[in-house]
């Protein structure tokens, strides 16, 4: 059952916010917010309420949109990108996100980051000064460094382990 409709079995009038975002102009009963939720896990959504809770979601997305599905990284400092995006103080934003994640922004920030520079390190088709300049790192030093923080290992000690992980296809067939 789409949202639209589970609103509308319910009797409610709604306006769409945003993407993912529905502003239900009446305040529901325990039964119909107990309904709704029933309707939306069979859509595989999910009911979140929490002021909060919505916006640490929103900031989630921001980042893990810029990190793994852009091609390029803003060229204003980060801080201020989510800022413009959420149209909402970057101190409040992080204080809001800090409390309720127990991390900061910038901390999810750089294990997105990290999660990405394994991926393409994996792919092999960048080397380390291409993906140190991909993800705005100020050189190869400091990715060098965040990385085997996050990690435990070297970007190269990483490339080895996944290299000998992985089996060519000729060699699968031939066992």
């Given at each position: 059952?789409?949202?639209?409709?589970?609103?509308?079995?319910?009797?409610?009038?709604?306006?769409?916010?945003?993407?993912?975002?529905?502003?239900?102009?009446e305040?529901?009963?325990?039964?119909?917010?107990?309904?709704?939720?029933?309707?939306?896990?069979?859509?595989?959504?999910?009911?979140?309420?929490?002021?909060?809770?919505?916006?640490?979601?929103?900031?989630?997305?921001?980042?893990?949109e810029?990190?793994?599905?852009?091609?390029?990284?803003?060229?204003?400092?980060?801080?201020?990108?989510?800022?413009?995006?959420?149209?909402?103080?970057?101190?409040?934003?992080?204080?809001?996100?800090?409390?309720?994640?127990?991390?900061?922004?910038?901390?999810?920030?750089?294990?997105?980051?990290?999660?990405?520079?394994?991926?393409?390190?994996?792919?092999?088709?960048?080397?380390?000064?291409?993906?140190?300049?991909?993800?705005?790192?100020?050189?190869?030093?400091?990715?060098?460094?965040q990385?085997?923080?996050?990690?435990?290992?070297?970007?190269?000690?990483?490339?080895?382990l996944?290299?000998?992980?992985?089996?060519?296809i000729?060699?699968?067939?031939?066992?």
């Amino acid at each position: 059952m789409a949202v639209k409709e589970a609103l509308k079995s319910l009797g409610l009038h709604f306006v769409l916010v945003d993407l993912g975002e529905i502003d239900i102009m009446e305040t529901l009963t325990p039964e119909q917010l107990q309904q709704l939720q029933a309707a939306l896990n069979e859509s595989g959504l999910e009911l979140m309420d929490d002021k909060k809770a919505m916006l640490i979601e929103k900031i989630k997305n921001v980042i893990i949109e810029i990190v793994h599905y852009s091609s390029d990284f803003p060229t204003i400092n980060f801080s201020d990108y989510i800022s413009e995006k959420l149209n909402l103080d970057y101190t409040y934003l992080s204080n809001i996100f800090s409390e309720v994640q127990g991390i900061t922004i910038q901390q999810f920030l750089i294990v997105h980051k990290i999660e990405r520079v394994k991926e393409l390190l994996m792919y092999h088709e960048l080397n380390l000064t291409e993906i140190s300049y991909k993800m705005q790192y100020s050189s190869v030093a400091h990715l060098s460094n965040q990385f085997k923080k996050i990690t435990g290992l070297s970007a190269s000690e990483f490339q080895k382990l996944k290299h000998k992980t992985r089996s060519p296809i000729e060699e699968i067939g031939n066992q």
